[in-house]
């Protein structure tokens, strides 16, 4: 099957990605809008190149601030959901969780009222336009503090929307321990809130051990050091803790692996570890989702039946009901037609 075939026909069948930030789904060309909007000046070519010159973890972050930078009111989130709108559209995605970080915006003087406002009707609209369904998790990030990401959960809390779901532990994994955000997380757990955490990306197996330990995280995002750790390999495998694999984002941070044919999701998934296939952030790594599941096929392997399970591993490893999975379960089964 030629790389077109593969898409056309994985882009029909139904399918859930968990870790996606909202902002990084933007194009170059809302990048361009947002960055006109904010200066009152075309955005020049040496400066789109300035902007997405990095190369590692912490490069990209700073590049995700600038663009966070660029938004000037709560309405410019209509402009990410009208582009989120279309991503989601291109890939064939029904499901989504995803990620928001309000603590730049928030700095800046925005409403954080008006932005849920804002997230609730295009949320809506989306759902009533195209049957897709999004959930956000709002990340608390490392990147500000302890005391920041208190300060989000209690927004969080104090303004209720059914689209918000949880929360989830974001930003430089080597400048902040998960076990330093452990009061965050056992609240939001305590109080009905769900909670995942970004670990193992760019620091050892112990980052994962804290998020599990100290967080009680439901799903870790990367979690590639796993792969130097066989206790703990054995024990994501028992637990069938997911984790939210980003092949692309993964490889191009360096931390574990170079190339895609080499990253370790083939070894977690042979291993029985309930893996997850996503994108991270498809703008600053020029990828999609249908891209991801492609490089799977490629360059790592996977027959088209593991493909089908790694599709079916989204939706098992989401915070859909049962009821709600096993209609998932039906779409995927009745769309997989070889």
């Known amino acids: 099957m030629t790389k077109s075939e593969f898409k056309t026909f ?11 930030h909202i902002e990084a789904v933007i194009t170059l060309a809302g990048v361009k809008k947002l960055y006109k909007n904010r200066f009152g000046k075309e955005m020049t ?3 789109q190149v300035a902007l997405f010159s990095y190369n590692d973890l912490n490069g990209f972050i700073q590049a995700f601030l600038k663009i966070q930078d660029m938004f000037v ?13 279309k991503y989601l559209v291109r890939n064939g995605i029904t499901y989504c969780e995803a990620f928001f970080a309000p603590s730049a915006f928030i700095k800046k003087g925005f409403d954080y009222k008006k932005m849920v406002k804002i997230f609730h009707k295009q949320i809506q609209r989306i759902k009533e336009k195209h049957g897709i369904t999004i959930k956000l998790l709002m990340d608390v990030s490392r990147t500000f503090g302890c005391e920041n990401a208190m300060k989000n959960y209690e927004m969080l ?8 779901i949880g929360i989830g532990l974001g930003g430089a994994e080597s400048k902040g321990p998960a076990k330093e955000y452990a009061p965050v997380f056992q609240r939001a ?12 990306e760019d620091v050892g197996p112990e980052s994962m051990w804290d998020a599990i330990n100290f967080c009680h995280a439901q799903r870790l995002g990367h979690g590639i050091t796993a792969i130097q750790d066989k206790k703990l390999m054995d024990e994501l495998a028992k ?5 939210e694999i980003c092949i692309t984002s993964n490889t191009f941070t360096k931390k574990v692996v170079k190339m895609a044919r080499y990253h370790p999701v083939r070894k977690f998934y042979d ?13 600053f790594f020029k990828t999609t989702l249908l891209d991801e599941f492609w490089i799977c096929s490629k360059s790592l392997k996977f027959t088209m039946d593991e493909i089908k399970q790694l599709v079916l591993n989204s939706f098992k ?3 859909l009901t049962d009821a709600e999975k096993a209609e998932a379960y039906k779409a995927v089964e009745a769309a997989w037609k070889l």
């Open 10 to 20: 994985l882009k029909a069948v139904p399918k859930a990605e968990l870790h996606i």
């Open 45 to 47: 070519k040496e400066e």
């Open 73 to 85: 009111s709560e309405k410019d989130f209509n402009l990410v959901f009208k582009e989120f709108e």
């Open 157 to 164: 809390k104090s303004v209720p929307c059914e689209d918000i």
């Open 189 to 200: 757990l305590a109080e009905g809130y769900k909670a995942v955490a970004h670990a193992g």
């Open 239 to 243: 637990t069938q803790l997911p984790i």
């Open 271 to 283: 291993a029985g570890i309930l893996v997850t296939i996503n994108t991270d952030d498809p703008v």
């Open 317 to 319: 490893a989401s915070f």
